[in-house]
């Protein structure tokens, strides 16, 4: 079966129409790479039929953030999506996804949203859940892929489906790095070749502090700290050491699943990254 590339919601409705269920969905903002075609290949997997969404959510960004210059790649991305096992892919410009202008009515995060890059990113993920939800119902997705790399978007996903009664099972899908251990990410094609090598303080950060989970909060947020700030190029946002299921910080005496999560500026270009991991040692 070829790749059906449909760009109106006419189109979408017909090629949904003919997919046998269960249908899965993976959303993307385009300029696909590998971590994608692992989102896509899994959902394979797991379906019988795979649509892909390329949609550049004008939501999502805020003043001054990189909405002008982020990547469009869609001839690129198509040939990514049906080598990875696409069925079909909606790629709809602003106009059909938000045929009114700027949606009056939107999802609302809460207070999961207002922390971690929520903090730093007032009101992107009430635009992450708005877009979701409506690709959601446009659609009819029956499962969704979304990566670990994005943990608190994953979190606020299934919160949504959970809260608003969707019906999508959200599937997790492990972060997908280069050889060298940098996280998979449209934006790491702005990075220069300084600025690559200084990207991998964030993965080298996070190991250390996995490397410390046996030993406590403490130490675990120690050594992470003590990785970054031996690199001066790159300037953290945040380093975070969370309850995975309420991204509350994790006090000192603490045992169980966590997660590490940390950004960081390098150059002109944002990144994040999260490990997950178990906080103290075990009982005996």
């Given amino acids: 079966m070829s790749l059906t590339v449909t760009r109106t919601r006419a189109e979408l409705a017909a090629a949904r129409s003919a997919l046998q269920g269960p249908v899965a969905v993976v959303m993307t903002m385009g300029a696909l790479h590998a971590g994608h075609a692992e989102l896509i290949a899994e959902a394979r997997r797991r379906a019988p039929s795979v649509l892909v969404t390329i949609f550049l ?8 953030e990189d909405l002008a210059r982020y990547p469009r790649t869609l001839d690129d991305d198509l040939r990514l999506a049906e080598a990875a096992g696409a069925d079909v892919v909606f ?13 009056g009515v939107r999802v609302a995060a809460g207070p999961l949203g207002t922390v971690l890059e929520g903090a730093s990113r007032p009101g992107h993920f009430d635009g992450v859940l708005t877009v979701v939800a ?14 670990q790399k994005d943990a608190q978007q994953l979190l606020l996903v299934r919160r949504m489906v959970r809260d608003l009664d969707l019906g999508v099972d959200v599937v997790a899908v492990p972060t997908v790095r280069e050889g060298d251990g940098l996280a998979m990410s449209s934006r790491n094609r702005y990075l220069t070749p300084f600025d690559r090598e200084v990207a991998l303080v964030l993965q080298k950060a996070l190991t250390a502090g996995a490397a410390a989970a046996s030993e406590g909060p403490s130490a675990v947020r120690r050594a992470a700290r003590d990785v970054l700030v031996a690199e001066p190029a790159a300037r953290v946002d945040y380093l975070a050491l969370v309850d995975p299921l309420d991204l509350a910080d994790v006090r000192e005496h603490y045992r169980g699943d966590a997660l590490l999560a940390v950004a960081a500026r390098v150059g002109s270009t944002r990144l994040i990254d999260n490990v997950p991991l178990v906080v103290g040692r075990p009982d005996n």
């Fill in 57 to 64: 959510n004008p939501l999502q960004f805020g003043a001054g």
């Fill in 91 to 103: 790629a709809p410009g602003p106009d059909v996804v938000y045929p009114d202008g700027d949606p």
């Fill in 134 to 147: 409506k690709m959601f119902h446009l659609t009819r997705a029956d499962l969704a892929f979304f990566g």
